[in-house]
Structure formats: C-alpha cells, structure tokens
C-alpha cells in the first residue's frame, strides 16, 4: 500500500458536522495537524474504521476499500491518544493478548511479537509489568501492539503526549524509522512531532482541511515571509498579531513574526520557516480548503 | 479460540487483583460455611431455602464484578483499540462475559460439591432430590449471580460515570430475594412484583416446605432466563449501535431469535403455574370476606362411578366423568356442586351435550338443558384447570390433593373452607364423598412417584371404590410399611420410620374404646395406610386441620416448619392422638354436617381428656381451651355450661363412655341449637345423679 486516499469525508455526529468535505492522500509519513477540536481524533477513528464516515470514501491504490471494515482492520495498526493496558500483565502478555485478538496463529506467535519488541527496544523489558514501565516505555508498547501483524498503515494519535524530551526525541525516531516500511499517519497538536518525523502533513481546523502537502514544499511556499527580530517589552505589544514565537534573552525578546503593515517599522532578518511558522501562518492566514 | 485466550487473559487480571479472589473465595466459604452449619441441625433442605443471604452477597458481588470488568476496559481506553482489531472488542467482551460465566459455574460445582459432602447421610436415599439440589443451586445461585453479572456488565457499557452505582443498588435492591421488604404485595394487588422480579429464593422468609421440596419449575428457570436474555439484548443493541458488531442478516437473526425467545420466557412467565409461594394470609383473607349466607346442604345425588384424568404440568388440569343420579324429591332445571374457586371450569357437558354454568366462589351451578326428575341420571363431564394456593399442590413437582379437599367436584353445597368468626382461625371443609364409588383414575404425573389411597392398577393407573374420594401425594416422599401399615412421609423425615409402632399401638388401644363403647355409628380402625404430611401451613393455629379420617387411609398431618422430626411421635405423641381423635369425631364427614365448629372444638376436648384418661395418658385439653379464651362469644354465654361440664367431668358418669350422654352429645354436633341442648341435656344428666 503506497496511498491512501480521502475522499469527500463528512462526519456527523448527531447535528453537529464534526469533519466537513476532507480530501487528501496519505502517504509515506503523514501528520495530521491541528488544534483541540479540530476533528483529528474522529478522522482517525474513521481511517481505523472504528467509525464509519457520514459520507465519503477512502481507498488504497491496492484497491482496499474503507467500506470493507474488516479488510482495512487486518491493514491497521492504531496506537490510541491514551495508551495503557491491565496494569499487571508483562509486556510479553500485552502483545500476547493483542496478538491474539489479531488472529495471529500460534506458529507465527512468539517470532511476530520478538520482532516486534526488537523493532521497539523493549526485549530487555519484555517481563516487565505494565505497571512497571515509565511513559516511554509505554508508548513503545503501544508502538508495539500496533506493529503486530505486521499492519500496512500504522496510526499514531498525539504520539509524544505525557512523554519527557528524551523520550519525545527517542520515539519520534522510532517512528521515522517505522515509516521506512509502510505509511504511518501521526495525529497531533505538536507541531515538533510532526516536523520531525513527518514528509507529508494536512492541517485541520473547525473539521476542515487548512492546507495538505509535501513538508518541504509547503515551506518552502512561505520562504522569505518569516522574519526575526530582536524586541523590548514595550514594542512587542505592536506585534501582537504576527508573533509566530517569542523567546526571552535577558532585558530583550527574540521574535519570529509574519510581516504586515504594523510590522514594517521592524528591520527583522529573513529566517528559513519552520512547521511551528508554517502553522502559524496558516491558521492565521491560511484559507481553509 | 481467541475468546477462550480473553478469558484466560482477563481471569489472570482479576486474580492478580488479589481482592477479588478474596471476594470469590469468602463468599464460597460462607455458603460452605452456611451448609455445614445445616448439616449439624439435619436440615438438608433448610440449608438451601435458607440461604438466601448467599444470594444476597453474591448478587452484590457480581453486579460489581460485572461493572468492574468494563470499567477496567474502560480506564485503559481500550475499548477504541480493541475496536480497532477486526472482532477484537467483541472478542474481548466475549472473553468478559466467560470470565463471570466460568466462575459462577465453578461456584455452582463448588457449592454442590460440598453440600453433597456435608449432607450425604440425609439425602443419599433419594437420588431425586441430590438431582433438585443441584438443579436449586444452578438456579438460585448460578442463574441468578449470572443475572447480575449480565445486569452490571450492561449497565457499565451503557452508562459512564457514576450514575452506574445507583443503578446497580436499585437493581440489587429489585432482583434480591430481600426485595420483599420494598415490594410485597398489598392484599388487593393483582401481580406479585416482588415474587416477578426475585432472582433467588421465591420464598426467602418461608422454611423448607419437605413435601413440596425445593422450588424449581419451569416457570422460575423461564423467569431466569427472561433476566438473563434482557442484559444480552441490551448488549447486543449496544455493539450494532456502537458498530462493534456489523449489522447483517446473520447478526439480525440471532437478533430475533434471542427476542422471540425473551417474549415467550415472558409469556410464559406471566402465565405461569403452580409455584411455591409464602402467602398463606391471601386464602385466609378470601376466605374472611367470603359469602357463606346460604345453607350446606348435601345435594340429593348418588354418584357410583367417577372416571378421572388428570394432568399436572404447569398446575391442575383435570378432566372428569360421571353418572349421577338425581335423588331428590322435586323436579330441577340445576345441579349444584362445589369445586375449589382457583379451579376454573372450562366446559360441562350432560350426555354429551355442552350445558351453561356459573362458578361463583367455591360454588358451582350448572344448569340444565330441561328440568329432571328423582331418579333420572345424568352423564356429566367436566374440564378444568387452575390451583395456585400453597394449600394444596398439583404441578410438575409436587402433588397434595387430600379426599377432604374438594379438587373433585363436590355434591356438598360449601365452601372448602371457612374462617371462624370467633377465632379467625382457617377451617378446612370436609368435602369427603361418603358414597362408596368406583374410581377409575389416569394420571400422568410427570414428576416424582404419585401415592394414593386407591390401589395402582398400572402405570399411571389407579382405581378402586372408596368411601372418601382420593387422596393423591407426590414429591419429596417415600413409602414405609411397617406392621403392615404403609406410612407415606417426606424422605427427609426417615428416622421417624422406627417411631411408627409408638403411635400405632396407643391409636389401637383407643380405637379399641371407641368401638367397644359404640361411641361413632361406625367402627373406626388405624388404616393401613397413613399419609404423614406437613401440610399445616403458617396460618394453621389449628392443629387439627391436618388430621382426616378415611376407613382406607389417614392423613396425619403436622406444620411444614417440621424438617427432621427424630422421635418425633414420642414427643409430641399427646399432640398426635388429640388431632387423630379429633379426625374420628369431627373430621369425619359420614357423621353428618358440623354446625358450629365451637360447639365441635368444645366436644372434641372434652371426649379428648376421657379418652386418653382411659389409656392412662394425661390430658388437659378442655382445661386449655378454656383457657385459649376459643369459647367466649355473645351469642351463647358459656359460663353456666362449663361449670355444668367441670361438675360433670369430675363424675364417675362421666368416665363411662358407653354411656348415652356421649352419643346424645355426639348428635348435638350436627344440630341446629347446640349450646341450649348441651346444657339441657347436662342438666338431665345431674338429675339423673
């Protein structure tokens, strides 16, 4: 499976449109980005075929289609927002049972679920209760039960959420190195996730599509309009609208900023975009798809 | 497969919890506990129907286990994993489900296990009731903790938060046997929701009843799986909603199939037969208010031949044939029989013909096509069907249908039974036929072996001329003879078997008086075959109510409450001979129509002392009614007669039996002025002294 395709995908729970017309391919390693609410979490559900779309479709370019639930299950592999097991299973037991659920034979048992705690760094913990683990261990877990079977399309909602920044840096390299294999579609607020394990992305906003492309080039749409510059507390109250970051040196601050008109009093200094710039700009410029 | 590796999976979660195979293990210890404890009183079915706290804690337990095992689920969000994985949730609901279905089955085989330990040297006797026990136990604790288990594993996928507990405790507090407390009845209530809704012991304040045995119909499994079928509904709701389960037309037929099978557990729930039931205040309280302002008169009809055939799956259905001939003077366009209210009649039939009929109470009319004349006869049919009183039994476990008890259309205009107005106490009726007919009787009894007064012919097969109608007993009983006599006890009460000859020999010697001093029209004599039942129900005060006198079999009753009566004629052998005398004269419907039960309480206790004076055991039974304050009414002040009676009790007249006195008194019993003649006739006594 090389693509996934989204098609026209509308959402709704009771009156309220959740997801409105999203149109995008997913592909390599996609991130799905987007504030709270933004309708990620239901997108998802819907691409692990836990929900079925009000309307729309989704297709794989094998000719896997999402109105088959069960076919697109045996793809999958979702590791949830919330990640946690019966706090006194082993890791081992954890796989075990997923496996199991999975209908992975007997034969195939302990060699899939080797591979796997090699694939996530857990053999040394592998007789480790759930309970036992620390954070990072537990997504790895997680990234663990979701490899069983071998899935062609791995997802991962808000991956690095609860997680410290070595273990946020350790897991997102983990999962660069999953997407060599097979597409891995990764949900999340962090724009950091995203920009560092991800080519592709769509942002969402209010359930709609914002922007989708490849990383590269969509920054590469905003070179030149991201600006630095060097600001006291007093001047950084003018710029309030175009502050994509702001960080405090001592007496000053250093901000990233879109110019506008107010802007132009600044000499800020061209400065290559970001995904955290990118964003910015598009959720306050942005027009939605 | 995979759901037998959920269940393995989730039942190591719960045993790694600690508490709760803590939980598991105390609650087998208790009912354990509670069975041991029974089994050193010998009550062998107490130990059982008195276990409803069992029920209790147990129900408790596994509504919490079954809001627990989602919840767990649930706190890990895994649901939205689960459902992620093709079948997964449902698999690992499924794997949920048997962990609470496997552990219930083991608390059965458990329980069962140790109960047949504990009670073996009561029971081993009667392979039938080892086979009720554990029929008792899947029932009342297996189903019924299943019922729970399902309730909270639903209520918990349903509803998050904690609303659920609420729930659970208004569940608990419905379907638990305690739920008489909020429940019961009031009198002019027509369904009993308490006895509905109860997963557990029906009759949770009543003791082990050791004829009818343990309560396990049909209809209480059908009341079982109603409650088990609802949860499973719900759940199945919950996953097509939720798209755990795909709606297709195998998923829609299941569907049906399981609704169509919850409706006619419900149907046949609502119409369902004879149960066991504790509430003998509802008979007595129709009976208060019942209409009895006409007079009991035996209709003028000979009946010779009376063929019968009855079923009794649900409750009594019988089918009854006769020729009647009309005896008396005057023409009539009607015939009047009494038959028991809860007996409906279905279709009459005179000589083939189908006949209007009015059953009104006790009371049944059927009129006629055309008026007859004395002497003309009549071949009657009639169908019908119904019993539900804790009195008296006809369904697939059990059977008591005594000859006094008018389950066969009576020729005497009464009620079968009365409360006296003095002393609200419920009298049975004598509806005992007096004629000696042929009986021809089928009967296929789908329970335990069915004991009558008439001699089996073959099977399910009976027939035999009597003088009293028939008696018919099944269930929990055995047949002893000794000294030629046939006793038909409970099982249960075995060791009384070597108590028989005490009895015997103390009822001959009395017998022996009575019949030398010619003190009955007839000669009475210990039958050779006695039915000792418990048929004293709770609101039975009078003992005498359970002992009737038949030329070919005596019913010798006592309270149900009696379990394991060791010795039991020894010690309360005073109690015995005052209710088998009481059977020879009163209870006795070839002497004639009881007008006043007062006035026969009254004769029944004084014959009682001379009587037993006689064969050197004290007696003090007219001291003790007097006493009991039974006597005392408006309409005859009693204080004259009965120092008339103490002054003639202390005669030596008075120890002369033979004497006319007794049987003149004897005769006043069916008399309409008893009281004034009484004391007339003591007064012609004294002046005769």
Redesign the interface.
């Known amino acids: 499976m090389k693509i996934i395709h989204v098609k026209n995908i509308q959402k709704r729970f009771n009156k309220e449109l959740v997801l409105n017309d999203i149109n995008f391919d997913i592909k390599g390693s996609f991130g799905l980005l987007g504030p709270n609410g933004a309708g990620k979490t239901t997108l998802i559900r819907i691409l692990c075929s836990i929900i079925q779309p009000t309307n729309g479709e989704i297709y794989a370019d094998n000719q896997l289609n999402w109105k088959d639930s069960n076919a697109v299950k045996s793809n999958v592999g979702y590791l949830p927002q919330t990640f946690s097991f019966f706090k006194n299973a082993s890791v081992y037991r954890v796989l075990e049972y997923i496996a199991k659920l999975k209908g992975i034979s007997k034969s195939e048992l302990t060699n899939e679920i080797t591979q796997v705690l090699e694939e996530t760094n857990l053999m040394l913990q592998k007789d480790k209760k759930v309970k036992q683990l620390s954070g990072g261990m537990l997504r790895r877990l997680g990234i663990a039960q979701a490899l069983l079977g071998n899935p062609n399309l791995l997802i991962v909602d808000e991956p690095t959420v609860g997680l410290d920044i070595e273990e946020r840096v350790r897991f997102r390299q983990l999962l660069r190195k999953l997407g060599k294999d097979r597409i891995v579609l990764i949900s999340s607020h962090i724009v950091e996730d995203i920009e560092n394990t991800c080519d592709h992305i769509c942002i969402l906003k209010e359930g709609k599509v914002v922007v989708t492309g490849e990383l590269n080039d969509l920054l590469a749409s905003i070179d030149g309009k991201v600006k630095e510059v060097f600001l006291s507390s007093e001047q950084l109250n003018t710029l309030s609208n175009e502050i994509i970051s702001i960080k405090e040196l001592g007496s000053e601050y250093k901000v990233r900023y879109v110019p506008s008109n107010n802007s132009n009093l600044f000499q800020g200094t061209s400065v290559s975009p970001t995904l955290e710039d990118f964003y910015v700009y598009n959720m306050n410029h942005g027009d939605i798809q | 497969m995979?759901i037998l590796?959920?269940f393995k999976?989730l039942l190591?979660?719960l045993y790694?919890?600690y508490f709760i195979p803590i939980a598991y293990i105390g609650l087998l210890i208790y009912a354990s506990l509670g069975f041991y404890i029974y089994s050193l009183e010998g009550s062998p079915g107490n130990a059982l129907t008195s276990s409803s706290t069992v029920v209790q804690i147990g129900a408790i337990a596994y509504l919490l286990l079954g809001v627990y095992n989602v919840r767990?689920s649930d706190?890990?969000?895994?649901k939205?994993?689960?459902?992620?994985?093709?079948?997964?949730y449902i698999?690992?609901q499924m794997g949920s489900l048997l962990v609470g279905i496997i552990s219930i089955f083991i608390i059965v085989i458990c329980t069962f296990s140790f109960y047949l330990l504990v009670m073996w040297k009561y029971i081993y006797i009667n392979p039938s009731f080892i086979v009720d026990v554990f029929l008792y136990i899947s029932l009342y604790y297996g189903l019924a903790f299943l019922v729970c288990y399902l309730s909270g594993f639903m209520v918990a996928t349903w509803i998050r938060g904690k609303f659920v507990f609420p729930l659970i405790l208004l569940i608990y507090v419905l379907m638990t046997p305690l739920n008489f407390m909020f429940l019961r009845r009031s009198n002019n209530s027509f369904f009993a929701w308490d006895k509905f809704l109860n997963v557990g012991e029906p009759n949770p304040t009543m003791a082990f009843h050791p004829l009818y045995g343990l309560s396990i119909s049909h209809d209480q499994l059908a009341k079982q799986l109603l409650f088990i079928c609802i949860p499973i509904l719900l759940l199945f709701i919950y996953n097509v909603m939720h798209?755990f389960l795909?709606k297709n037309k195998y998923i829609i037929i299941t569907f049906c199939l399981v609704l169509i099978f919850t409706i006619s557990c419900l149907v046949s729930n609502l119409n369902g037969g004879q149960i066991l039931l504790d509430n003998d205040a509802e008979l007595h309280n129709y009976y208060k208010n019942y209409d009895i302002t006409h007079s009991w008169e035996q209709q003028p009809y000979k009946i010779n031949e009376m063929n019968i055939s009855l079923d009794t799956k649900k409750n009594l259905s019988a089918e009854v044939w006769y020729s009647l001939i009309y005896e008396g003077q005057t023409a009539t366009n009607e015939l009047i029989f009494s038959l028991f209210h809860e007996l409906k009649v279905k279709d009459v039939l005179i000589d083939k013909k189908q006949v209007n009929f009015n059953q009104n109470g006790d009371r049944l009319k059927i009129i006629l096509n055309g008026a007859i004349e004395r002497n003309e006869v009549l071949n009657i049919s009639l169908k019908y069907e119904g019993l539900k009183t804790n009195f008296y039994f006809a369904n697939e476990q059990a059977v008591y249908l005594p000859s006094y008890f008018n389950w066969l259309p009576s020729i005497y205009d009464k009620p079968s039974f009365i409360v006296l107005n003095e002393s609200n106490l419920l009298q049975r009726v004598n509806h005992q036929l007096t004629q000696n007919v042929a009986y021809n009787l089928v009967f296929k009894h789908r329970g335990k072996e069915v004991y009558s007064n008439l001699p089996k012919t073959e099977k399910d097969e009976w027939a035999g001329k009597s003088f009293s109608g028939i008696t018919l007993a099944s269930g929990l009983l055995d047949v002893y003879t000794k000294n030629d006599t046939q006793w038909v006890i409970p099982f249960t009460w075995k060791d009384i078997v070597d108590d028989f000859p005490t009895l015997e020999a103390d009822v001959q010697k009395l017998t022996s008086i009575i019949n030398s001093s010619r003190l009955l029209p007839t000669e009475v004599s210990f039958p050779k075959k006695i039915f000792f039942l418990p048929n004293l129900n709770t609101v039975d005060r009078n003992e005498f109510q359970g002992t009737w006198y038949s030329q070919d079999h005596l019913i010798l009753g006592t309270h149900v409450t009696v379990e394991y009566p060791e010795e039991y004629f020894t010690t309360y052998k005073n109690n015995f001979l005052v209710n088998i005398i009481n059977s020879f004269f009163i209870n006795n419907a070839s002497l004639g129509e009881i007008t006043d039960y007062q006035f026969a309480i009254l004769y029944r206790a004084f014959l009682t002392d001379i009587l037993l004076e006689q064969i050197n055991i004290p007696s003090s039974e007219f001291q003790q009614l007097l006493e009991s304050g039974q006597l005392q009414s408006d309409k005859h002040p009693i204080d004259d007669l009965v120092s008339q009676l103490n002054g003639f009790k202390n005669s030596t007249v008075s120890k002369d039996l033979s004497s006319s006195f007794y049987k003149e008194w004897a005769k006043l019993l069916h008399s309409n002025n008893p009281w004034e003649s009484l004391k007339n006739l003591l007064e012609k006594v004294e002046d005769l002294n």
């Open positions: 995979n590796y959920s999976f190591r979660q790694l919890s767990l706190k890990y969000d895994l939205h994993l689960f459902s992620s994985i093709k079948s997964g698999t690992h798209g795909q």
